[in-house]
């Protein structure tokens, strides 16, 4: 199961771990891109789904049943300097970003708990802006800081069962959410757009925008043979070898 699987990160997420041989389930707000991937990706099969929404989240996991592997990548992403950040912008990005990621691996493993399962894997889709802080954006980084925080906690309890939960943290996606925060920083600083990609781009070590296939790569390998031993991480999917 990847939430906010129909674009972006999560459509190359489907498609690669379909391509393995996994048959994937993608949930997503919006049923014309959820359509357009199912069409386009084989052993994909589509729910509509707000994460936010406690009861609809628990009910198609329970109509589904157990998945060995549960994605957390819905996400949204908005930036502002601090004063300037609403209480609706706050809370709006921390119900989908954490609480979202939260009802989704509580959803998840009272699944694998029903079915008595010896192996499974939580992975959540979170950022470097969980792992230090990000000007003009507070309320993206504390939720992300909050996912690093909620995995390492599952994964303290889950020690020794064979299901396992992980964060992976790139750096800046060459998706389309990126896009539309280039397009705020030369809405709001007058910059062009290639000198706000460059920005971004400059917080990457390997000075580009991180590839989805790159964070797909690193979560197949968590997904993987010889994955039992890694649990509770922050892997950092940066250009950063070291």
């Known amino acids: ?101 939260f009802l989704t691996f509580r959803a998840g493993l009272r699944a694998l708990r029903e079915a008595e399962a010896s192996w499974g894997r939580l992975v959540a889709i979170s950022s470097i802006t969980g792992l230090a802080g990000h000007r003009y954006a507070s309320a993206y980084s504390a939720s992300k800081h909050g996912m690093n925080g909620l995995v390492t906690s599952i994964a303290a309890e889950l020690a020794g069962t064979g299901i396992t939960a992980n964060a992976l943290c790139p750096g800046y996606l060459d998706t389309e959410m990126t896009a539309r925060s280039i397009a705020t920083i030369v809405e709001r600083t007058g910059m062009t757009a290639d000198e706000a990609g460059a920005v971004l781009a400059d917080m990457s070590p390997a000075g580009r925008l991180i590839t989805p296939a790159e964070v797909s790569l690193a979560a197949l390998a968590l997904c993987g043979a010889d994955s039992d031993s890694v649990n509770g991480r922050t892997v950092v999917v940066n250009g950063d070898d070291g």
């Open 1 to 101: 199961m990847i939430t906010g699987g129909s674009g972006g990160l999560g459509r190359v997420l489907a498609a690669d771990f379909a391509d393995v041989g996994a048959d994937v389930h993608i949930a997503g707000r919006s049923r014309a891109p959820l359509d357009d991937a199912v069409a386009s990706i084989p052993r994909l099969t589509a729910h509509q789904l707000d994460v936010t929404d406690e009861a609809a989240t628990d009910a198609l996991f329970a109509a589904t049943g157990s998945f060995d592997i549960v994605i957390a990548n819905a996400g949204i992403a908005e930036s502002a300097p601090f004063h300037r950040t609403s209480l609706d912008q706050w809370q709006r990005i921390l119900a989908v970003n954490l609480t979202g990621c």
